[in-house]
């Protein structure tokens, strides 16, 4: 089924919440184990329709801001949803406390108790009312974002429009096109300011209520850190430091050299400008794009070519940028068709290459696993999620030489030295928002001086020159992350180191390492974090040393090439 042939209904709250409370009498009263599993399937059941009408809406909402329909439902979503969550608390408390419980672990993967014990800590009458605030300065920060239309050299671009001129081979093109773009954050600082400003105190609010000092721990639980804490992470930020900027700075003041620049700082419109020659560009965009993807992964293997053919067959993705969609790109399902979908912004740069091959991933490992029982379990937590996803971008590379065709070369330096440059990048995203819930009472103008102070040690290279917007601390406004999902970035960080072990193992012909990717997608959410990564064989990124043997690989293939010679 085509997904504009989906079906949307609004469901009513009253009816929703009876039906919940019917389950849950049902489960309490289950005279014996099968009318107790019963009742927990047809709660399943339930559970996987709402959510696929609320990723439907969400979807079209997505796609076309400007539809009032689908934005009022989205709204409706958002206000209904913490009081969805709490009737489902309560049948989870339900399902722990009857004496059916042991049988049930015996057919339902340990992850569903460990994360559903997150949540109960999560969901409470007391915080309803902040999550529905919450959601909706969320929804504010996305509608404000999407509504940019800036005016550049004759025509009006969105903020994802306007990127492929940031990336432009002139170099004035590219400085006017910076100063257009971060004008307009500049122009909206106050209102952004603000939204975020409420959104930390909301969310500080939530804690207090829950017995928490500050935001940090109930983020935690919020985002399912199954196996692993606050001192992993700072530890593993130590080891960014250590291990990776050096190796950033080495890559970063090569660049300078080869763009024209003494020493290791660059300007900003020049950050992403790999070659004096120009970045690599695609051949192919929009369909002629998809054909291409499709014959790669058809090739790749005969699930990947099922699964892809399918996205296609049922109209699953929205690549293109447009004027009223919303910014980013995501990849979400739609439980009863066991189907995923694709959104994204495409502008005509490799980063849509990168995206499509990145939501990709993610939508393989929802096709290898969608059968999962709980049909939540289908989905890892999210750092998990960015292995699949992050790791399907260095397996297609065999590929690229079709895409990039003269400029295959390039992008593969671009691609590897990218995803490297990330890593103290969303490090950094990281500890801002540690610094910033540590202290919810700072004014707009201390959350940008803490950017930009850690920024210089994360990022030494960056040059602000004639933007005081950035100068000042704020690039972080433009990620939407720490403004609708507290703490969910540093997990890109965790895959991409476990990505990069794909990837060298790759460099050694292992040919296994795409079996292993394979597991981790069928597993799903069946394992936490940890456990994932020693079924796929890898190292856990907090161990000692993971980082520096990663880096020494990545090492040995930036000096075995010579990207002036690109």
């Not at 049930?104 to 997150?118: A, G, H, M, Q, S």
């Not at 190796?247 to 400008?273: F, I």
């Not at 990039?404 to 390039?410: L, M, P, Q, V």
């Amino acid at each position: 089924m085509k997904f504009a042939e989906m079906e949307y209904k609004h469901p009513d709250r009253d009816a929703l919440l009876n039906e919940l409370a019917e389950i849950e009498s049902r489960l309490k009263n289950a005279k014996d184990y099968e009318d107790f599993y019963q009742a927990f399937v047809d709660y399943e059941t339930l559970g996987s329709h709402y959510g696929t009408q609320q990723n439907i809406a969400s979807i079209r909402h997505t796609i076309d801001t400007r539809d009032d329909f689908y934005t009022k439902e989205d709204d409706y979503f958002n206000e209904i949803n913490p009081v969805v969550g709490h009737a489902q608390n309560q049948i989870i408390k339900a399902i722990f406390d009857s004496p059916f419980v042991e049988q049930l672990r015996k057919d339902v993967p340990e992850t569903f108790f460990t994360t559903n014990e997150f949540a109960l800590q999560v969901i409470s009458p007391e915080i309803i009312e902040d999550i529905q605030e919450e959601n909706k300065y969320a929804s504010d920060y996305q509608k404000l974002v999407a509504s940019a239309q800036i005016e550049f050299d004759g025509k009006t671009y969105t903020l994802a429009g306007l990127e492929d001129k940031m990336n432009d081979k002139d170099r004035e093109v590219r400085k006017r096109a910076h100063k257009a773009y971060w004008g307009w954050f500049a122009e909206h600082e106050k209102e952004l300011g603000e939204i975020y400003d409420k959104l930390v105190k909301i969310r500080t609010r939530m804690a207090k209520k829950k017995g928490f000092e500050n935001y940090i721990p109930l983020g935690y639980l919020r985002m399912m850190r199954l196996d692993y804490n606050k001192d992993d992470v700072e530890v593993y930020r130590k080891n960014i430091l250590k291990d990776v900027v050096p190796v950033c700075m080495d890559l970063y003041k090569k660049q300078a050299e080869r763009l024209g620049y003494d020493g290791n700082t660059l300007p900003v419109w020049d950050e992403k400008v790999e070659f004096e020659s120009g970045n690599p560009r695609p051949k192919y965009h929009d369909q002629k794009l998809v054909n291409k993807a499709l014959n790669m992964y058809k090739e790749l293997s005969p699930q990947t070519g099922e699964f892809f053919q399918a996205m296609v067959d049922d109209e699953l993705m929205d690549l293109n940028a447009k004027p009223g969609k919303a910014a980013g790109g995501y990849c979400t399902s739609l439980a009863d068709y066991k189907r995923p979908f694709i959104f994204a912004n495409s502008n005509g740069t490799s980063h849509d290459v990168e995206t499509l091959t990145h939501e990709a991933g993610h939508a393989f490992q929802y096709w290898s696993s969608k059968d999962i029982f709980p049909p939540e379990l289908a989905w890892p937590t999210m750092e998990s999620a960015e292995i699949d996803s992050m790791s399907m971008e260095f397996f297609t590379w065999p590929w690229m030489k079709s895409i990039f065709e003269e400029d295959t070369d390039k992008y593969y330096f671009s691609h590897l030295s990218g995803c490297v440059k990330f890593l103290p990048y969303g490090v950094l995203v990281d500890h801002f928002q540690h610094e910033v819930y540590e202290n919810p009472d700072w004014t707009p103008d201390e959350r940008m001086a803490c950017w930009r102070r850690l920024e210089k040690q994360y990022l030494p290279q960056k040059d602000y020159e004639e933007i005081d917007f950035l100068e000042r601390g704020g690039w972080w406004m433009r990620q939407l992350h720490i403004f609708l999902n507290p703490f969910y970035y540093i997990d890109y960080t965790l895959a991409q180191v476990a990505a990069l072990q794909f990837w060298t193992r790759m460099q050694k012909e292992d040919p296994e390492a795409f079996e292993d990717y394979k597991k981790v997608c069928a597993a799903g959410g069946t394992l936490p974090f940890r456990g994932l990564i020693e079924l796929a064989n890898l190292k856990v990124p907090f161990e000692e040393g993971c980082l520096g043997e990663t880096m020494e690989e990545v090492q040995k293939w930036f000096d075995g090439h010579d990207a002036s010679s690109y």
